[in-house]
């Protein structure tokens, strides 16, 4: 009997990828039993259907760090996710590991985040009783929220990868929640790489910096320019991983760096003043549609179309997350501002 082309290319991964990397055919499933796919691997699949996604869609329309910038070269949430995806997949590249599992992780892992970038989730965080995090929405989105709550019944390994992409102000590599593949480990440092990067080429444009601001060890190690440092640290994660055992982290020295990079961004981009003064309007904004819509639950059923409400504050918060920046700002005028009597 002729294999299938998806047995094929399993066939291919067992005998060109790396001992470290993750298999297809040896993925631990999905949260519902499926007939396996003639042509895909199951981590194929997955790329697909998060690609194929409502909430992939909505990233274009989505805050990365400026809030709607008028210039058309600024990072988007959507924008951030491919940068992230290229950078990870060359790193996998490299060190032979599944590249279709690494895109799967990469591409889904921002989907539950919030419309006006880390303010919106800052909002949900504080109007939460168990606060709000955009990881775990992220597998809230893929687990429940798309297909009209069907789900896309990814892999156990891509959710994995998502839920533990996230990594804030903590530890760059943390053993305590540790992906469960090579794969995620590479998403996750990955993700840092290209927002600390392109944030800053963003932040350079927006004359929020300046270049003679930036520390000089970050210049001295990483290089001048936005692709230089970029392939810094992608070079050095390959190689220190080629030295040390398929580890995936920086070498001690280029870590160093990197955290005084992502320190520098913190002090001077993230929580600056000029960023966030329109954050702060965005904060509000999102806050009385959240108290709005636990008011009106009717109103909050036609706009959203849930079916039903389980958790009306949970509930709330998915569909303000699932919100671009323009669709919130739309609703807001809808439901806040008057409108001008039109009949002559």
Same mark, same amino acid.
């Given at each position: 009997?002729?294999?299938?082309?998806?047995?094929?290319?399993?066939?291919?991964?067992?005998?060109?990828?790396?001992?470290?990397? #993750?298999?297809?055919?040896?993925?631990?499933?999905?949260? %519902? /039993? $499926?007939?396996? #796919?003639?042509?895909?691997? /199951?981590?194929?699949?997955?790329?697909?259907?998060?690609?194929?996604? %409502?909430?992939?869609?909505?990233?274009?329309? =989505?805050?990365?760090?400026?809030?709607?910038? %008028?210039?058309?070269?600024?990072?988007?949430?959507?924008?951030?996710?491919?940068?992230?995806?290229?950078? !990870? +997949?060359?790193?996998? +590249? !490299?060190? !032979?590991?599944?590249?279709?599992?690494?895109?799967?992780? !990469?591409?889904?892992?921002?989907?539950?985040?919030?419309?006006?970038?880390?303010?919106? $989730?800052?909002?949900?965080?504080?109007?939460?009783?168990?606060?709000?995090?955009?990881? $775990?929405?992220?597998?809230?989105?893929?687990?429940?929220?798309?297909?009209?709550?069907?789900?896309? @019944?990814?892999?156990?390994?891509?959710?994995?990868?998502?839920?533990?992409?996230?990594?804030?102000?903590?530890?760059?590599?943390?053993?305590?929640? =540790?992906?469960?593949?090579?794969?995620? *480990?590479?998403?996750?440092?990955?993700?840092?790489?290209?927002?600390?990067?392109?944030?800053?080429? /963003?932040?350079?444009?927006?004359?929020?910096? %300046?270049?003679?601001?930036?520390?000089?060890?970050?210049? +001295?190690?990483?290089?001048?320019?936005?692709?230089? +440092?970029?392939?810094?640290?992608?070079?050095?994660?390959?190689?220190?991983?080629? @030295?040390?055992?398929?580890?995936?982290?920086?070498?001690?020295?280029?870590?160093?760096?990197?955290?005084?990079?992502?320190?520098?961004?913190?002090? @001077?981009?993230?929580?600056?003043?000029?960023?966030?003064?329109?954050?702060?309007?965005?904060? =509000?904004?999102? *806050?009385?549609?959240?108290?709005?819509?636990?008011?009106?639950?009717?109103?909050?059923?036609?706009?959203?179309?849930?079916?039903?409400?389980?958790?009306?504050? /949970?509930?709330?918060?998915?569909?303000?997350?699932?919100?671009?920046?323009?669709?919130?700002?739309?609703?807001?005028?809808?439901?806040?501002?008057?409108?001008?009597?039109?009949?002559?």
């Amino acid at each position: 009997m002729l294999k299938t082309i998806r047995e094929e290319i399993e066939e291919r991964e067992k005998n060109v990828l790396s001992r470290y990397a #993750c298999l297809s055919y040896q993925s631990k499933g999905r949260l %519902k /039993d $499926e007939k396996k #796919c003639d042509l895909r691997t /199951d981590f194929q699949r997955d790329r697909d259907r998060i690609i194929h996604s %409502k909430a992939f869609r909505r990233l274009r329309y =989505k805050t990365q760090v400026f809030l709607a910038p %008028k210039g058309d070269h600024y990072r988007t949430r959507l924008t951030h996710t491919l940068e992230v995806s290229q950078i !990870a +997949r060359v790193i996998s +590249r !490299a060190l !032979a590991l599944n590249e279709d599992l690494t895109e799967a992780i !990469a591409l889904g892992h921002d989907l539950g985040h919030t419309p006006f970038g880390h303010a919106g $989730e800052s909002v949900l965080n504080k109007l939460l009783k168990n606060g709000f995090r955009h990881n $775990e929405q992220s597998l809230k989105v893929v687990d429940y929220i798309e297909k009209e709550g069907e789900g896309l @019944n990814l892999t156990y390994e891509v959710r994995d990868g998502i839920i533990k992409h996230s990594k804030g102000k903590g530890p760059i590599t943390d053993k305590d929640n =540790k992906p469960i593949t090579k794969e995620g *480990e590479v998403v996750r440092i990955s993700d840092l790489i290209a927002y600390l990067s392109h944030d800053m080429d /963003d932040a350079l444009r927006a004359k929020v910096i %300046k270049e003679s601001s930036i520390p000089k060890d970050i210049i +001295r190690f990483l290089g001048k320019k936005h692709s230089t +440092r970029i392939n810094s640290m992608v070079r050095n994660i390959i190689e220190y991983a080629r @030295n040390n055992d398929y580890e995936i982290s920086f070498s001690s020295e280029i870590e160093e760096v990197v955290i005084l990079l992502r320190d520098f961004m913190y002090k @001077n981009v993230y929580e600056a003043d000029i960023v966030h003064k329109e954050f702060y309007k965005a904060e =509000k904004m999102l *806050e009385q549609l959240f108290n709005f819509f636990k008011e009106n639950e009717d109103i909050f059923l036609q706009v959203s179309e849930y079916k039903e409400i389980k958790s009306i504050n /949970d509930d709330v918060a998915s569909f303000i997350s699932g919100m671009t920046d323009r669709y919130a700002i739309y609703l807001y005028e809808k439901f806040f501002l008057p409108k001008p009597w039109e009949i002559l």
